[in-house]
């Protein structure tokens, strides 16, 4: 059976949605982040990149949240969209996870966790955040989905981001973005959201982020031990 190495975060909540939707049997294996369970070798194994998500599929190891969804569609054959918005749906996954994650994830790193404050990356990944969203808001414009005209994979991806956006920008969130916000409230109102968002419901994952959960999730920022 698949296995789907989870915790609730952004990335992994778009593979966890994925599942919902298509309802793909798996089994869920928990791997707290935030006590550092990523860094052992066991988990190393299945992603030598030591995050999460990941999936064993009988053997075959997938990580990084995009490919995991392009693997699966591909193999189920569900959510995929068009033959002929192929390169379309390329380019919006690419785009989500070269350009939306990582700015989203460092606008979130030096608004709430960096050590010290600092202005110019403050800013800078603020700014780049907000780029990537007036471009999907732009996208979305005359729109009901991000490729072609059904909900695919991109539509999953780049919810599991846009599900952060007070986090990310701040309290105003999408309400600078209407199009964004059309397009984030019809994916919301899909029954799978629910279903998705009780994942690892059952498990008591580390809340606190103190010192230990820095060391785990920031490791470069301490000596070696």
């Known amino acids: 059976m698949l296995k789907f190495y989870f915790h609730p975060g952004p990335n ?9 939707e298509t309802g793909l049997p798996f089994e869920l294996v928990p791997v707290d982040t935030l006590k550092g369970e990523q860094h052992t070798a066991e988990f190393k194994a299945i992603n030598p990149n030591a995050k999460t ?14 490919a ?4 699966l569609a591909e193999k189920t054959g569900q959510l995929l969209g068009k033959a ?29 966790h960096a050590p010290e404050k600092i202005a110019y990356a403050t800013n800078r990944y603020l700014r780049e955040a907000q780029r990537h969203y ?32 007070t986090v990310v920008l701040g309290e105003e969130g999408l309400a600078p ?41 920031f490791p470069q920022n301490f000596p070696k031990a």
Do not use: C
Not at 85 to 107: K, N, V, Y
């Open 12 to 20: 992994p909540m778009k593979v966890a949605l994925f599942l919902a």
């Open 53 to 66: 998500p990941a999936i064993d599929d009988n053997g075959v190891r997938v990580f990084d949240s995009n």
């Open 68 to 71: 995991i969804l392009l693997y």
């Open 84 to 112: 002929e918005d192929r390169g379309e749906l390329l380019s919006w996954l690419m785009f989500i996870a070269t350009g939306l994650g990582p700015f989203s994830g460092q606008s979130v790193h030096f608004r709430h």
């Open 134 to 165: 007036e471009v999907l808001n732009d996208h979305l414009a005359s729109r009901e989905y991000l490729v072609g005209d059904e909900y695919t994979i991109a539509d999953v991806s780049a919810w599991g981001w846009i599900d952060k956006a």
């Open 177 to 217: 973005y209407p199009n964004l916000q059309r397009w984030f409230d019809s994916v919301s109102a899909r029954p799978a959201i629910e279903t998705a968002r009780n994942f690892g419901k059952d498990v008591a994952f580390k809340g606190e982020f103190d010192d230990e959960a820095k060391r785990a999730f």
